[in-house]
């Protein structure tokens, strides 16, 4: 089945640095999602990208829909605290369907 | 504001008991999820609904029901023939465009119910 790949698990930065974290698949998408998840509460939308190549940005946030169409960047600078939480990426499912399939996810924590 | 809204925000099961969480959205959004959240698992979809009357099952069904009555609610109801309820579970719901039912576009997601056992 279609996966989607995001390693590692756990990401520790100290305030004021950037990072990037990637998502990566074996099969094509044609879109790929950002969501945030903060503790207790769901994946808030962060980006989504449409085209192949496309680099969008959200504030401090930017992402990228690779060239491959198999993979996805999404880069945050100048971290702050409230950046901690979850990120995930998502890309819909092939096939008549409205399904999303959603990375495992990467916890960030932010050192002041 | 148009939203998502699920309600309890936590919610306890007694062993052999049913209960049924609630999600309803006021975005006129055709499609709406249910998905399960256990720690290192990332998201897991139980059920999902893209037109009044109909839905599909997930990956992970079993043990789990559904009923899309209206187009705004999407219940869960989650039974005693789940073995390992205690889990976050998360709502969701988007716009269905393009033929045959695919989607490119983001699902939007409420703030989840929390089921515990007591």
Redesign the interface.
């Known amino acids: 089945g279609q996966q989607l790949n995001q390693s590692p ?1 756990s990401m520790f930065i100290q305030e004021g640095e950037d990072v990037s974290m990637n998502c990566t698949s074996s099969s094509i998408f ?2 790929w ?1 950002w ?1 945030k998840q903060e503790p ?6 962060l980006i ?1 990208l ?1 085209k192949a190549g496309e680099l969008t940005s959200n504030g401090r946030l930017t992402a990228q829909f690779g060239i491959t169409r198999k993979d996805s960047f999404l880069n945050i600078s100048a971290s702050i605290p409230s950046d901690v939480g979850i990120y ?1 990426c ?1 890309a ?1 499912a092939t ?6 399939t ?4 990467i916890t960030l924590s932010v050192r002041p | 504001d148009g939203g998502i809204t699920q309600s309890p925000k936590y919610l306890f099961r007694k062993e052999g008991q049913n209960v049924t969480l609630s999600c309803e959205q006021n975005l006129n959004h055709d499609a709406m999820y249910w998905y399960r959240q256990d720690p290192g698992q990332g998201l897991r979809l139980i059920y999902y609904s893209q037109i009044v009357n109909d839905f599909q099952k997930g990956d992970i069904a079993e043990g789990y029901s559904v009923s899309r009555e209206k187009k705004e609610s999407f219940p869960l109801t989650v039974t005693s023939a789940q073995k390992n309820p205690t889990a976050f579970y998360l709502c969701a719901s988007s716009i269905i465009s393009g033929t045959g039912g695919y989607s490119n576009q983001p699902q939007h997601f409420g703030d989840g119910t929390r089921l515990s056992i007591l």
């Open positions: 698990q044609n879109t999602l969501y207790g509460e769901g994946p808030v939308l989504a449409y995930f998502a819909p096939g008549a369907n409205s399904k999303l959603f990375g495992k996810g």
